[in-house]
């Protein structure tokens, strides 16, 4: 956040430094032409105080100074400072300061573009430490645990297991049939344990994709992965959240995933989630 306060300071000073050297640019034209002075850039960077570099750099006063001065230069004395040429003056200095701001609104939305997938990566960099860490710190504690006497680990109860899902909603497809083979049994216990104690409070949207993350990962009940956030679904989420105006960043803490609301208030995002159901319903088309 404050990188892209920077960068927003900077770009507004620059703005300011070039509005203010157009400025000066044109107080000295129009004195040359009230005085009946030659029009030339050594002229002009003396009337105005700003270099020579800078006015051939600035392609649209560099072809108005060339313009005045052939005006001038075809004639031995310069002509009256009338109404015409002042207006023509103003249509060109007008002219260079729409294109100008042009191009910088442009260059702010590719800044501000830039920004905000500077601080997904961010976002995704912090998930994916603490996710590495965590499966370290579970698989130190499985290497602890050496099975007594070399006993092989025994297979799974399928016909149990599949009681057990069939009461927590859960479909015993070939993926998860599989993963469950190739788990041992304890692991697979404590996922669907995990599971009953997350849907006991509330917290599963989609129980088979919730198994087969416990399973995975070997979550334990009370472990803290009802905190945890799936990264797709939240990005799914964010990017209408943030499209609708209701929230404007985001960050994570110990684990839990929290949105920063459009009143500036920090909200969990599975609460934000839940305060702003209605708002994305009410947004659907009706079939």
Known sequence: MAVKRSVDGLRRSAQQKHQEALEKVEKGIQSLIKDKRPINFNAVAEASGVSKAWLYKEADIKDRIEQLRAQSSGSKRQPPANQRASDASKDALLKTMRERIKRLEAENNDLRRQNEVAYSHVLKARDLEKEVQRLSAHIERLQRQPQPNGAAVDPPNLEAIQSALSELDVELNSTLARLINQTPTGIVEAAIESLQTARGKGQVRNPGGFLNKAITDAWRPNEGHQGKVDIEEFNQWWKWAYAAGLVKAATQENGIQYVLRAD???????????????????????K
Request: charged share 35%; net charge neutral; aromatic share 14%.
């Open 264 to 286: 500036n208030e920090w909200m969990p995002f599975v609460e934000a989630r839940k305060a702003y159901v209605n708002t994305r319903d009410s947004e659907r088309p009706s």
